[in-house]
RNA sequence: GGAGCCUUAGCUCAAUUGGUUAGAGCGCCGCCCUGUCACGGCGGAGGUUGCGGGUUCGAGCCCCGUAGGCUCCGCCA
């Protein structure tokens, strides 16, 4: 960009090569060091420091007002680019040969009393967000905007280059009775009616292949009104893409080659294709888990065949019912404290395990309250099948599939965390998830619902157990993508039959009437040439994290909310001046809500 | 809605496990300092230990309650 006035460069611009000119430069002062006659100050921007020095011999005028500097303000200097004197040329910076000794120097804009220090460490995160745009000058959070821009535009490009066109799909938009809590938006113009915010554009990126657009993509923002996590914000990024005439390779396909992409451009890093894939059942029974982390093993083992005609209750209990009997061997970890061993079993309890049944190796001896039950025969096959050496702790479950393998998943991932199993922190392990199951039965709600979305495809030869009500047993033609036991991505093949998806609402316990009043207009549309498509979305708020190694999305968003779903920075959610309820017809609840308390915010103009 | 951890100066943290006047570094203010790069030196200001209650001769520390923050479960793909 070219600068008119304010620059001439930027401060890590100026090499020895640039020594005898004269130069403009604006930024803040990232620090002083005033020695009483020469200061030295370290001028920041964002692309790097150069040093500026005052001396009296040179401007006394100058060299006086330079000591009124602190960090943060704004300057603009214009001087002369000199060699440092020998023997002090800084090699920690890419501008340590020089230095600019101004002849001009205007306060552009002065820093009072700084919350906080940009050059240390601070952890009061409630600080940090009222803070925001100071915040925002550490290098840390700069590089990671930085980051989340090589990655969008990663996205835009390769995406460009496979033929999708990015399509903008409305934000006032209708409410759907399935998945998250909507955000709903009153109507003015029609009082006593909503628009909801979307959760995603699953609707009208499917509706945009009926329009015939084949490849779309957006980077699309999405809202949902639930609790929020380190990883889940209320308005949060996905990459959203469609495509029609697809089947899932080429989806597996295309989003393989736009993470590599994103990997070059972000961290030019040449990440491994194929992804492997598991199928659903697989990752649940190996790990305990459908978004299974592989940097570490600690791998699940079946016992059912080596306890089915155990004298040991539990585990035989198990079996009889139809249930197993799986366990993890965590190596080394015999001599785990008091604390963690209660905190593992009430990890169990937690996930519907009665107890934690273990044995600790320790001296040669297998230490454990259940041991005695065993036979020879299951001792043996318990030490070849989990290799069990001193040292190591066996734990067990023995329920159904679905609480066991979670129980031991949910502990395998805490121990990890205990034992400090994850050493190669730049390790990227990437891989599919399939064949995810099309319903899960809620029993709070006392029906089937989508584990995925309403108009994910079932496997074709599954459609037939549809029919049969066997719904536990039907397969989606769905996906994840998961990264170091993070869920990235997922998606599917949708439902393109306006007769399959009728069926579908009809399992999901949709009334005839609230298909038509909530999705005639898709299955209208399925009626007019709906092409067979599909698609996945990406979390990009997650993906960008993973790529910056960090441990909170809110780290890589400019303006994040906290753990209240509150801006602290700008006070939102607020306050409202009871005129704009009214044109909206809105009455809060007395009592309930915060109603108007006398102490109101002025009314806006 | 539930569980855990946390809350001491503007910031990051200490306080010998219940003992006299709550300290340090950075930052801030003042003075000194002409080659530093986390410059240095001397001095100073800055505290209702989140808030409320209790136990005790005595509470930052123990107990109860409460507020806020973070992490997790529920919830949410």
């Not at 600019?100 to 995160?125: C, G, R, W, Y």
């Not at 996205?155 to 280059?161: G, I, M």
């Not at 978004?291 to 065949?305: I, N, W």
């Amino acid at each position: 960009m070219t600068t008119h006035g304010y620059r001439t460069h930027d401060c890590n611009y100026l090499r020895k090569i640039d020594i005898g000119k004269t130069v403009t430069l604006a930024g803040w002062v990232n620090v002083t060091r005033d020695h009483g006659g020469v200061i030295f100050i370290d001028l920041r921007d964002r692309e790097g420091l150069t040093q500026v020095v005052f001396r009296p011999e040179e401007s006394a005028e100058l060299a006086k007002r330079s000591h009124s500097l602190r960090s943060e303000d704004v300057i603009q200097v214009t001087g002369r680019v000199a060699p440092r004197l020998p023997g002090t040329e800084n090699p920690k910076l890419p501008t340590g040969d020089i230095e600019v000794l101004p002849s001009e120097m205007s306060i552009l804009n002065k820093a009072h009393d700084l919350p906080f220090q940009i050059d240390t460490d601070i952890h009061n995160e409630d600080l940090r967000l009222t803070y925001r745009y100071f915040d925002l000058r550490r290098p840390q959070l700069a590089r990671n905007l930085r980051m989340r821009h090589a990655v969008t535009k990663a996205t835009r490009d390769y995406l460009d280059s496979q033929g999708f066109i990015e399509v903008e799909t409305p934000i006032l938009s209708k409410s759907t009775p399935e998945g998250a809590r909507d955000f709903l938006v009153p109507s003015r113009l029609t009082p006593g009616k909503f628009y909801a915010l979307p959760q995603a554009p699953q609707q009208y990126k499917q509706l945009l292949m009926v329009g015939g657009v084949e490849k779309y993509f957006q980077i699309a923002k999405c809202f949902r009104d639930e609790d929020l996590r380190a990883d889940r914000q209320p308005e949060f990024t996905q990459i959203d893409i469609e495509a029609s005439f697809v089947r899932p390779e080429d989806i597996y396909a295309l989003t393989e080659g736009m993470l590599a992409a994103i990997f070059k451009a972000a961290r030019k890093i040449d990440i491994k294709l194929p992804f492997d894939r598991l199928t659903y059942r697989e990752a649940v029974g190996k790990y305990g888990s459908d978004k299974p982390d592989r940097r570490f093993g600690m791998e699940l083992v079946d016992l059912g065949e080596d306890f089915r005609a155990s004298s040991f209750k539990v585990f035989r209990g198990a079996l009889d019912a139809g249930g197993v009997v799986k366990a993890i061997n965590a190596k080394s970890f015999a001599l785990l404290t008091i604390g963690q061993s209660d905190e593992l079993t009430e990890i169990a309890k937690t996930f519907g395990a009665k107890g934690l049944a273990f044995i600790k190796v320790e001296g040669g001896e297998w230490k454990s309250p259940i041991v005695k039950f065993f036979s020879d025969a299951e001792k043996n096959a318990l030490k070849t099948k989990l290799n069990v050496e001193e040292g190591d702790l066996i734990l067990f479950a023995a329920d159904k599939w679905e609480v066991a393998t979670e129980v031991l998943g949910r502990i395998r991932l805490r121990i990890a965390e205990m034992q400090k199993l994850i050493v190669d922190l730049t390790k990227l392990d990437f891989l599919w998830v399939t064949d995810f199951p099309l319903l899960q039965f809620s029993a709070e709600e006392n029906k089937w619902n989508a584990v995925h979305h309403p108009f994910t495809r079932p496997k074709a030869e599954d459609v037939a157990l549809l029919d049969e009500e066997k719904f536990s047993e039907v397969r989606a033609e769905a996906y994840d993508v998961v990264l170091n036991g993070v869920e990235i991505g997922g998606g599917s093949i949708r439902i393109h039959e306006p007769d399959l998806q009728d069926k579908m609402f009809g399992v999901l316990g949709i009334s005839p009437q609230d298909r038509q009043s909530m999705f005639g207009h898709l299955l209208r549309a399925f009626q007019l040439g709906a092409p067979p498509h599909g698609g996945i979305a990406m979390g990009l708020d997650r993906l960008v994290m993973l790529v910056c190694g960090e441990e909170s999305i809110r780290d890589v968003m400019a303006f994040p909310k906290n753990n209240r779903g509150m801006d602290l920075m700008s006070q939102s959610p607020a306050d409202v001046d009871p005129r704009q309820l009214r044109d909206l017809g809105i009455k809060l609840a007395a009592g309930d809500a915060r109603a108007p308390s006398g102490k109101e915010s002025p009314p806006k103009k």
